[in-house]
T-cell receptor, first 114, second 113 residues
Framework: SAVISQKPSRDICQRGTSLTIQCQVDSQVTMMFWYRQQPGQSLTLIATANQGSEATYESGFVIDKFPISRPNLTFSTLTVSNMSPEDSSIYLC???????????FGQGTRLTVV | LAKTTQPISMDSYEGQEVNITCSHNNIATNDYITWYQQFPSQGPRFIIQGYKTKVTNEVASLFIPADRKSSTLSLPRVSLSDTAVYYCLVGVQYGGATNKLIFGTGTLLAVQP
């Protein structure tokens, strides 16, 4: 299994600013994933983050808006840049446990942009 | 990755068995079927995974017919704490090169006393 810690758990930000969300895993993992969950909606994959390479973004998401860092096998950050109220969502980090058949998720970061 | 279709919501009462069916007509030969549960203000949690026939664990059972175009998650004797959104996913290839999860709309199960 894997235990994931996300920081911050929630934040209220002014439009036009940026917020960096941290994801820490208690074990080394190859791939980490970032999701967005808008109010009352399902999860949407933003990008896949591999250590030592650039993140792979899904359709509709770009690096300028959601830059991702992956400096080592236990840590990743997602930045939400130049925020607008439409970015108000829950952002979740996910990993697959080594040898497991399931994915593990952090508690999420609830972002409100005003 | 195969698309899934589930009921948007279901209602049940405590102590009843709940069956949530998911359609995945375009499932590929190598695809597995996986179900996740999400409580409010939490990330999704793995429930069960299967390829064919029936899989059972301490939480649920998963029934998959021979054609694999649908699957049914069965929750025995639900309680109020089972109120959550249940997601059906297919096309997850654990151990392969790509392990990303693509979530559908999910089913909101509301259990009443």
């Amino acid at each position: 299994s894997a235990v994931i810690s996300q920081k911050p758990s929630r934040d209220i930000c002014q439009r036009g600013t940026s917020l960096t969300i941290q994801c820490q895993v208690d074990s080394q993992v190859t791939m980490m994933f970032w999701y967005r969950q808008q109010p009352g909606q399902s999860l949407t994959l933003i990008a896949t983050a591999n250590q030592g390479s650039e993140a792979t973004y899904e359709s509709g998401f770009v690096i300028d808006k959601f830059p991702i860092s992956r400096p080592n096998l236990t840590f990743s950050t997602l930045t939400v840049s130049n925020m607008s109220p439409e970015d108000s969502s829950i952002y979740l980090c996910s990993v697959e446990g080594v040898g497991d058949t399931e994915a593990f998720f952090g508690q999420g970061t609830r972002l409100t942009v005003v | 990755l195969a698309k899934t279709t589930q009921p948007i919501s279901m209602d049940s009462y405590e102590g009843q068995e709940v069956n949530i069916t998911c359609s995945h007509n375009n499932i590929a030969t190598n695809d597995y079927i996986t179900w996740y549960q999400q409580f409010p203000s939490q990330g999704p949690r793995f429930i069960i995974q299967g390829y064919k026939t029936k899989v059972t664990n301490e939480v649920a059972s998963l029934f998959i017919p021979a054609d694999r175009k649908s699957s049914t998650l069965s929750l025995p004797r639900v309680s109020l704490s089972d109120t959550a959104v249940y997601y059906c996913l297919v096309g997850v290839q654990y151990g392969g090169a790509t392990n990303k999860l693509i979530f559908g709309t999910g089913t909101l199960l509301a259990v009443q006393p």
